[in-house]
Each structure stands twice: as structure tokens, then as C-alpha cells.
């Protein structure tokens, strides 16, 4: 394999990976543009979303009598795919929306420290609530069908290869989408504006007219269900399903929200590309092992020389 081969397959995973991540990064960046919190429970939820998509991949096929949900005819395959996607989001935008009611909004005028202690006593709460209803060690995520994990053959030009997976393609096709559906939605709805509107002001938001809290929890429900979603596609992609996988996920995508900009949609976007691209080179170049030292290499270096990210601008503190 040439090395523009190698660099070409190297992109496309990483592209794969990197949607994943960005698709989490994503719930980090939003809640902190409009609340300035760290939600460190999104990688929890994120895990929660996996849990919930395993379920539904383990119950309908048992309910058709077969053992796993390739098995199943095509047309349910279809059904039982968006069904999962449909339940993850929903889910997880419920529990997102639970938290913030529950844990951040009593807090939401006290010392910054107690809406971030909570954030972390949430996290643990998750993590068991994974814990006792999966079990401790990693679960196989069955793949909803066996083209999934066909190997495709790319030809371009004459003589350059390139090989990866349909479900390869299959996440980016998945996740792009959701992106730039989120884009749009911030840019061009009413809500959009009103969600833009009380990240930078949220005291003249409210003389407007704005429903602050109702702007906030929306911001939770976006975030939750690009996590669920982010779940169900990650463990089909893996084929795992773990109650410990919020933390890795949630430290990568936390660390794209930075290098990008924290609060910059774009900038998560951006830093999630980049992470996963960079962690595929370091795969497939040097050691899996040296791939978390890597990625925060990169990170270190970007805010040296740039500590607003790669798309993020300096802010005025809020009072």
C-alpha cells in the first residue's frame, strides 16, 4: 500500500471516528455557550443512549424468535435501526432535560463550583445506573446486519486502493446530517435565535421576552438526543457497549469542544474531525497505546499558541 493509500484510509476512519466524538462534543459546547457549565454527566448520557439502543437490539429480536437482529428481514432491520435511533435520542433528551431541572437549575445562581460538583455527582449516578443494568464488563452490541461489516474496495485513479467498511460510511452518513441539521436549527429557527440570544445576554434575553429557563432546557434536550444518538451509532460502529464508555468518550469530545472553541458549534465540529483523524493516524502510524498522549499533545500545543481554540474568540466575563 502506497502512502497516499494509507493517508486516504487513515482519513476516512478517522473522518468515521471523529463524527462520533463531534456529535458528543457538540452537547458540551452548547451548554456551556448558553450556561457556562461543563456538563460533565454528557458523557454518561452518551453511554446511557448506547444502553438504551442495546436494549431495543436484544429485545425485538427475541420477540421474533431469532437470536440476533441480523437475522431479522430486511424491512424490520430498517424499522428496528430508526426505532433505536428514535428511542436513544428521545431518551437521553428526557434525561438531559431530568438533569438540568433536577441538578443544574437549583444551582444555577450559586458559586460556580456547586453546579460543577453536581455535574460530577450525576456522572456517578449514571455510571451505576450503567453498572447494574449491564453488568461490568463490555457487551457485545449486535450489528444490525452483516452488510455493515462488508469491507468496501475503493478505485481511484488507476492504481490507488483504498479499503474500509460500509459501516464506515454508513456513520458518517449518519452523523454529518445530524450535524448540520443542528447548525441550521441554531441559525435559522426562532428557538435558534433565542438560544443565541441568551449566550449573549441572558439578563437582556429575559427584557425581551425570551423564556430563559425554557431556552436552557431546550439546549439540554439538543444536546441529550445528539448524545443518544451519538450512543446508538457508536455501538453499532464498535460493536460494544460498555457503563464505563462515557468517560473515554466524554474526555475525547470534551477535548474537541476545547480545541475547537469551546461554545463554537464549528469549532466542536472542527475538533472532532481532528481527533479522530489524529487518534486513527497514531492507530495505524506509531501505537494505540500512545494515541490519548497524542490527542492531548495536540491539545497542549493548540492552546499555547492559541488558548481560545481554533475557532473560539476571547469573552468578556459575565457578571
Not at 435520542?89 to 463550583?113: H, K, Q, S
Not at 436549527?185 to 429575559?206: C, I
Not at 429557563?213 to 460502529?237: D, E, K, P, R, S
Amino acid at each position: 500500500m502506497t502512502w497516499y493509500e494509507t493517508a486516504l484510509q487513515i482519513l476516512l476512519i478517522g473522518i468515521a471516528n471523529g463524527s462520533i466524538i463531534a456529535l458528543i462534543a457538540l452537547g458540551y459546547t452548547l451548554v456551556y455557550g448558553i450556561i457556562e457549565l461543563i456538563n460533565f454527566a454528557h458523557g454518561d448520557v452518551y453511554m446511557i443512549g448506547t444502553m438504551l439502543a442495546l436494549t431495543l437490539f436484544t429485545w425485538v429480536p427475541s420477540m421474533w424468535g431469532v437470536r440476533r437482529a441480523s437475522l431479522l428481514p430486511d424491512g424490520t432491520i430498517v424499522l428496528l435501526v430508526l426505532a433505536a435511533l428514535v428511542v436513544a435520542m428521545a431518551g437521553c433528551a428526557l434525561l438531559n432535560v431530568t438533569i438540568e431541572r433536577l441538578a443544574y437549575r437549583p444551582l444555577r445562581r450559586a458559586p460556580r463550583l456547586a453546579p460543577l460538583i453536581s455535574a460530577i455527582g450525576v456522572s456517578f449516578m449514571l455510571v451505576n445506573i450503567g453498572l447494574f443494568w449491564k453488568g461490568p464488563s463490555p457487551v457485545d452490541f449486535p450489528s444490525p446486519h452483516s452488510v455493515l461489516e462488508l469491507d468496501l474496495l475503493v478505485l481511484l485513479g488507476f492504481d490507488t486502493l483504498i479499503f474500509f467498511k460500509v459501516k464506515d460510511l454508513a456513520v458518517i452518513l449518519l452523523a454529518v446530517p445530524l450535524m448540520f441539521g443542528l447548525s441550521l436549527f441554531v441559525s435559522r429557527t426562532r428557538l435558534g435565535k433565542a438560544m443565541r440570544a441568551t449566550a449573549q445576554d441572558r439578563e437582556a434575553a429575559a427584557m425581551m421576552g425570551i423564556n430563559i429557563n425554557q431556552t436552557i432546557a431546550l439546549t439540554f434536550l439538543l444536546g441529550g438526543a445528539l448524545a443518544g444518538a451519538a450512543g446508538l451509532i457508536n455501538g453499532t460502529y464498535n460493536n460494544t457497549a460498555w457503563y464505563l464508555q462515557g468517560f473515554r468518550g466524554g474526555l475525547m469530545a470534551f477535548t474537541a469542544a476545547v480545541l475547537g472553541g469551546i461554545g463554537n458549534l464549528y469549532g466542536a465540529f472542527l475538533g472532532g474531525l481532528m481527533i479522530g483523524v489524529v487518534a486513527a493516524a497514531s492507530d495505524f502510524l506509531l501505537d494505540p497505546r500512545w494515541t490519548q498522549a497524542v490527542v492531548f499533545g495536540m491539545l497542549i500545543l493548540t492552546l499555547v499558541f492559541k488558548p481560545t481554540g481554533l475557532l473560539g474568540e476571547a469573552s468578556t466575563e459575565r457578571a
